[in-house]
Structure formats: C-alpha cells, structure tokens
C-alpha cells in the first residue's frame, strides 16, 4: 500500500499560494519556544491522525494523551506550507486578545517531525483553536477567525481516514500505523474492543497554560 499523500485546496484563495518555508508569527514562536518552532517550520514530514478524548478505562493508543482513531496522511509538502501559512503566519486568522468561550472538541492531530523530534497541533471544531504540544507544554490559541477554514480542514481530513495499527507492530522506522504489506497484515492481531470504545466517557484535561491564550477541554 502505498503511503497516502494529497494536496488539499481549502479555497480558491489558496490555488495560486506558493510553497515556501513558512515563518510563525513572533507571539506564537514565543510561547512553544525555539526548538517546537523549528520542528513546524523546517518539517521534514507531516503526519496526519485523527484524534478523540479518551474515555474512561481506555488501553488503546494515544497521543498527546488522546486516543488515536485514525490516520489520515502523510501530508504533501506544499500542502504542509500552506496548514503552515494559514494557522500560524496569518495574524489575521487568529484573535490572540480574547478566550473563544467554547471548549474544545479534537479533531485532528499534526505531528510536525524534524529529525526524531517533533511538535503536535490539535485542531479543534466546533470551537476553532489550534493547540500546539512540545515538551510537557501546552499553546492554545483562539482561531474563531478562520472558522471557515478549519471547517474545511477537518471535513476534508475525515474523508482520508485509515484504520491505525501500532508501528511497533509493523516493524516501521516511521509513526505511520498504516499496513502497508501482506506480511505486515498478517502480524497484527484484531485490536481489542477498548481500543476503538472512545465514543464514550471523558479522561482528565491535559495542563494547558494560563493567560490569553488558553481554552478549555472538554
């Protein structure tokens, strides 16, 4: 099977949009740091999974302390700069003076890999936020103005799932969780029931940082 790979338009606004290495604005660069803001920037790969909250009593896989539901892609690098530019170069797609009074429903998971390193951005919708996850801390940030956009990220997102499988299970050097081999199929068991139960139930909150730019998990 080979690795799936797209190019996304999310409006026509972006159909003449050139790749390029895209640079985060300064206040966001300056809550994640140096290090996770060079993993978004000179990413070598962008991995895509589809995430839930946890529910109670659940053994499955996780990321970031969600449960993974799914994988939706490694993304194409012109589409990697341009989730780049709107999210995080585009001051206008985010209210970095106001809380958005909505909690936040995961969507999506970017893993921005660099290296072995990397830094995660959660998509939320409803409630529009993007939340980056580096090292222990937590940068969420208000993107009611791009409501439209996340919208179309996410709906496009859910039409690309894949079943996940543990790598470790696969014999990959790479996070895809992806079967991609007879043999490989063949060396993975059914998952358990609790594996794919995140329908239900809640888990505890991950530690999110205080300020104007945090939001609340549901």
Sequence with gaps: MKLLKFILC??????????QAQTILPNISHDIGAAATKNIEKAERLFCYHIANKPQNYNGYTIDNFAITGFCGI???????????????????INFGNINNCTIEPRIML?????IDSTDVLLSNPCPSATIFYAGKVSTYNMKPATELL?????????T???????????Q???IGVVQTSEQRAAVSAPE????????????????????????FK
């Design 193 to 216: 029931q609790a594996k794919r139960n995140w329908s239900t139930g809640s888990s505890a909150s991950p530690q999110k940082n205080g300020g104007w730019n945090s939001l609340n």
């Design 111 to 115: 893993r921005f890999v660099r290296g």
């Design 10 to 19: 999310f409006n026509c606004a972006l159909l003449s949009f050139q790749a």
């Design 75 to 93: 993304l194409d690098p012109h589409l990697k700069d341009m989730l780049v530019e709107q999210l995080f170069s585009t001051n206008s797609n």
């Design 151 to 159: 919208e179309t990220i996410t709906t496009a997102f859910n039409n």
């Design 173 to 175: 050097l790479l996070p």
């Design 161 to 171: 799932q894949t079943s996940f499988v543990s790598p470790a299970l696969l014999n």
